[in-house]
């Protein structure tokens, strides 16, 4: 089948799909859920001879870590689904409800986008979640996984479209391409896809960035920092230091510069460069910083904007909040930062000040994650300006259109010398 014809057969599966109630939807996310519980032994063993044949052609840590697949994580993904299940129906809702005038109703309703292409490298489990948010929110999905997931991705694929063919979702509203080729065809067919999710290293998503007329959805870097300010608690900050690091260092929310306030900084670091090495971390710093930890590396320019996705921090020692603030905003990627301070003047204007999806306070950026946020699960996560941005659910898969429903009104009425007057009475 060309690309074309499986877009085409994507779109016309997704406007049916767009038109089922809440709960057959449901049905079919749970019918999904079991039969991926199912299919565990094979899901895993097809993602083992990915594993396998990654590491023979000398796949990166960064990347092996996101592509293996073990129960723990799989478990975890069929609990997303799940949770997918339970939340609102997306579809349906009316934002807006508005008398024009006597007889005339505006209503502003949401509606599924149509059809998402989903580009992703590695992460076999993206590719679940993936789903059971298309499936719930209404649309269609064309998945590319990338070469190295490829067996992982087909049986996922096949066991989720045996499951939907039991429900009343066409299955051929879930479709995978496998090669490269086809995904550069994907990038051109902006007639029948309309928004693209590229999920991966910042080469890549710049790549398709660079490559499609239709929207896409997505972060280049994912360049995240913690400040230990001056009145940080030295205990609390070396907890959260460490988890944001070393929790899952391939991930786009682990932090990658670290920035120390200047009287912090004596008692802090020494006791944070222990912890992170214990956990293997290589520390590299700039000169104030090297001072202090003498056999660490020294961090060049070019480390402020660089994402390790490995065991790799570089520090910086700062002599204030605004300059904290101002190197992030100069190096971040408008990802996830975070200040540790009991000084909450402190926290409020690191909060208000720093450019990014997302601000935290004393906790650990690890926490950037649909699932984590109640969202079910994640398509990806955005770090443009204009919604939606940071981790996207649900409500950045929908798009909404105005419903007039008159009785004989005309435009010509509400012109010229005896014009009729909008009432705008709002009827919510």
């Not at 063993?45 to 092996?64: E, H, R, S, T, V």
Request: hydrophobic share 45%.
């Amino acid at each position: 089948m060309s690309i074309i014809e499986i877009a085409q057969k994507t779109r016309a599966s997704a406007r049916k799909l767009a038109v089922l109630s809440a709960n057959l939807k449901n049905q079919a996310i749970e019918a999904v859920a079991k039969a991926l519980e199912a299919a565990a032994a094979d899901i895993l063993a097809a993602n083992a001879a990915d594993c396998k044949a990654a590491q023979a052609d000398g796949i990166a840590k960064p990347l092996y870590d996101r592509l293996k697949l073990d129960e723990s994580k799989l478990k975890s993904a069929i609990a997303g689904v799940r949770d997918v299940a339970k939340l609102p129906d997306p579809i349906g809702a009316v934002q807006i409800h508005r008398e024009l005038d006597a007889g005339l109703i505006l209503k502003r309703v949401t509606c599924p986008l149509g059809v998402l292409g989903i580009i992703f490298e590695a992460r076999p489990e993206a590719l679940i979640q993936i789903v059971s948010l298309a499936i719930k929110s209404g649309n269609g999905v064309i998945l590319k996984g990338g070469k190295e997931a490829v067996r992982s991705c087909e049986i996922l694929t096949k066991v989720i479209h045996q499951a939907l063919a039991e429900t009343a979702v066409n299955p051929a509203a879930v479709q995978l391409l496998t090669t490269r080729e086809e995904t550069i065809e994907l990038l051109k067919m902006d007639e029948y896809v309309d928004l693209i999710i590229p999920r991966g290293s910042n080469s890549f998503v710049r790549f398709v960035q660079e490559n499609t007329r239709i929207p896409v959805l997505g972060h280049a870097d994912g360049i995240c920092h913690l400040y230990a300010d001056k009145a940080a608690d030295i205990q609390k900050a070396v907890e959260i230091s460490v988890d944001a690091k070393t929790q899952y260092p391939a991930a786009c929310n682990a932090i990658e510069t670290m920035l120390v306030h200047k009287d912090l900084a004596p008692i802090f670091l020494p006791a944070v460069a222990e912890a992170l090495q214990q956990k293997k971390v290589e520390l590299r710093g700039d000169e104030p910083t090297r001072r202090i930890l003498e056999n660490i590396a020294e961090a060049t320019e070019a480390d402020w904007s660089t994402e390790y996705s490995d065991l790799i921090l570089s520090i910086k020692i700062v002599d204030s909040v605004e300059e904290a603030i101002n190197h992030i905003n100069t190096y971040g990627s408008r990802h996830t930062d975070v200040i540790v301070t009991e000084d909450s003047e402190a926290a409020e204007t690191f909060l208000n000040a720093v450019d990014a999806a997302g601000v935290y306070h004393n906790c650990s950026t690890r926490f950037a994650d649909g699932f984590r946020y109640g969202f079910g699960a994640e398509v990806g996560i955005s770090t443009q300006q204009m919604p939606p941005r940071g981790p996207v659910g649900l409500e950045g898969l929908i798009t909404y259109k105005y419903r007039v429903v008159g009785d004989g009104h005309i435009a010509a009425s509400y012109v010229g010398k005896d014009a009729r007057e909008f009432t705008h009475r709002e009827l919510l």
